[in-house]
Nanobody, 120 residues
């Protein structure tokens, strides 16, 4: 079993910044992909950013230049630095992690979600 522990959401004014964290805990051998998705009311869940082992990243067009995803492999933790936040970024943000447990069973887990609200 893997538990994803998210933190860092909250209320921020337009133009402000937030940093989300997600730590993967369990009998983990390796974490390959770690990423963030979001779901706004009445909309489908969408990819925000993903980072794979080795450091390659991919971003949604709507957040390029404003959000930065990074990871700390020693802590099995992924971060999302969100700058220049806009009201359109308001959503529940979900962490996702894919990898392998010991000895060699794959996993694909989601966090419980953290609310980000951008409003004046």
């Amino acid at each position: 079993q893997v538990q994803l522990v998210e933190s860092g959401g909250g209320l921020v004014q337009p133009g402000g910044s937030l940093r989300l964290s997600c730590a993967a805990r369990g009998n983990i051998r390796s974490v390959n992909n770690m990423g963030w998705h979001r779901q706004a009311p009445g909309k489908e869940r969408e990819l925000v950013a993903v980072i794979i082992s080795g450091g390659s990243t991919n971003y949604a067009d709507s957040v390029k230049g404003r959000f930065t995803i990074s990871r700390d492999d020693a802590k099995n933790t992924v971060y999302l630095q969100m700058n220049s936040l806009e009201p359109e970024d308001t959503a529940v943000y979900y962490c996702n992690a894919k990898g392998y447990l010991w000895p060699a069973r794959g996993f694909d887990y989601w966090g419980q979600g953290t609310q980000v609200t951008v409003s004046s």
